[in-house]
């Protein structure tokens, strides 16, 4: 427990844990819509909205942002994290 | 502590009540479970009503329409373990003394959200980026399939067990069988979930009748005892966590099986939080049913089935007997009072003298879930 909470830098890569290509959500969604959990080295677990249709669990992933969506107020623009191009 | 037992089950068959109101679905349930306990019903000393999504004093709403109103009636929230929450509290008001006849209810309606995944809670961060129950059980057995090799038909086969369960309960949902390759063509939920591997939308009430050991042998011949009850929340992990093994049903498991004394060899059927496929191999696996990594080979041995070793969901269990989630606590514990009187028909296990339900649920960032609460009864 504790309340000595500080902003820090993240790391920009992780590894993709787990993911699901979901066909099933709010309408706001861009759909098929890519979401998981990308493990940063620093310990940290992000769940996180994914782009490209050739993932797997453990690829290298590194973060972005993108469009997730569509609502009144116009385009949802979230982080994204992408496979890493070697 | 006084021991606790149960004297009286009642449901109303789960499925679709769109124009039921949540008091309606729930009244019939008590009144089934007062009439199997067979006593007068001012009796009741106290009442633990659980839903989820039901709203609010909606125990008042029920014991009012039957005109048992004017006791103690506390209403219980813990998403799908509400009602196995409002059991264990129905357990600890006998246990302290207090009561002596408690009733315990579960009821919902899910058909008021007009279908879709279950609303999550908008406060809740994960949510806010898109996150939904059946899209964070397919991560769960995506990892699952990933780490030990398991096929999607392993994986669609508990699908298939539990529909074929279910087409023998009066009370489920869905009472057709199907096949594995009818699960794996049904429409995409999220990957790898197709829609027959999701548990359905659903409305429902179940209800039970609790009494103190000593009561309840006054009162019937064949009371069912509570062996344990434990309930237990999740813990906040912000970090790593594997996701192929349930913390909080783990932790749960342990603790309960060393309050009743007992282990997993010596259960004879359970009914488990089988709200996607994939969560019943986790679940054999966390109460040492079988190894880790060793939940499609149980089920594949037909281990699982009724006849089996060790016979899973024998009432269809979330997949086919539903899971209008505030609901499901106390149906299961319908379902495994009545295996151990004997009662359970076609899907009857034979010779069950100990039983045990477990319902955990509830969606919540950094949680494996929100709550877990498990129960052990022997005839």
Not at chain 2, 29 to 53: E, H, L, N, P, W
Not at chain 2, 194 to 201: G, I, S
Not at chain 2, 298 to 304: D, I, R, V
Request: net charge neutral; proline share 4%.
């Amino acid at each position: 427990m504790g309340e000595s909470i500080r902003a820090q830098a993240m790391p920009r890569t992780g590894v993709l844990y787990a993911f699901s290509v979901v066909h099933v959500a709010a309408k706001k969604w861009k759909k098929p819509m890519r979401i998981g959990y990308v493990d940063l080295k620093n310990g940290a677990r992000v769940f996180t909205h994914l782009e490209g249709a050739d993932l797997a669990i453990g690829d290298e992933v590194e973060v972005g942002v993108g469009t997730v969506g569509d609502d009144d107020e116009g385009p949802i623009r979230s982080f994204v994290f992408r496979k890493v191009e070697r | 502590m006084k021991g606790a037992s149960v004297i009286g089950v009642g449901m109303i068959p789960f499925g679709k009540y769109p124009d039921t109101n949540i008091t309606d679905l729930g009244w019939p349930a008590v009144k089934a479970a007062i009439a199997d306990a067979g006593i007068d019903a001012r009796r009741i000393q106290a009442v633990y009503s659980g839903t989820a999504r039901g709203g609010a004093m909606v125990g008042q709403r029920i014991m009012g329409r039957l005109g048992l109103a004017g006791l103690p009636i506390v209403n219980v929230e813990n998403a799908c373990s509400s009602s196995s929450s409002a059991m264990a509290q129905g357990v600890m008001a006998i246990a302290s003394g207090a009561y002596d006849i408690v009733l315990v209810i579960g009821v919902e309606k899910l058909t008021k959200f007009g279908g879709g995944t279950l609303p999550l809670d908008e406060d809740d961060w994960e949510v806010q980026l898109g996150l939904t129950m059946p899209a964070l059980y397919a991560m769960r057995a995506q990892r699952y399939m990933h780490d030990y090799g398991v096929s999607l038909k392993d994986v669609a086969g508990v699908s298939v067990k539990n529909r074929k369960n279910g087409a023998l309960n009066p009370d489920a949902q869905m009472r057709k069988e199907v096949s594995v390759e009818e699960v794996l063509a049904s429409r995409m939920i999220a990957d790898p979930f197709t829609l027959l591997q999701c548990c359905p939308t659903g409305d429902g009430a179940a209800a039970i009748i609790l009494a103190s050991n000593a009561m309840a042998k006054q009162l019937r011949s064949d009371p069912i005892e509570v062996r344990a009850s434990h309930l237990t929340s999740g813990r906040f992990m912000s970090g790593f966590r594997d996701m192929t093994s349930p913390e909080i049903t783990v932790r749960g498991a342990r603790e309960i099986f060393e309050e009743a004394g007992l282990g997993p060899e010596d259960i004879d059927v359970a009914e488990v939080h089988d709200a996607f496929s994939i969560a019943e191999l986790i679940y054999y696996e966390a109460f040492g049913f079988c190894a880790r990594g060793e939940g499609a080979a149980l089920l594949n041995s037909g281990a699982t089935g009724i006849g089996g070793r060790i016979p899973i969901n024998p009432s269809g269990g979330l997949l086919a007997k539903g899971h209008p989630v505030g609901a499901t606590g106390a149906a299961q514990v319908v379902e495994i009072v009545r295996q151990l009187r004997g009662q359970a028909g076609a899907r009857q296990v034979e010779g069950a003298r100990v039983g045990m339900t477990h319902a955990t649920g509830g969606g919540i960032s950094g949680f494996d879930h929100g709550a877990c609460s498990i129960h052990i009864f022997q005839r």
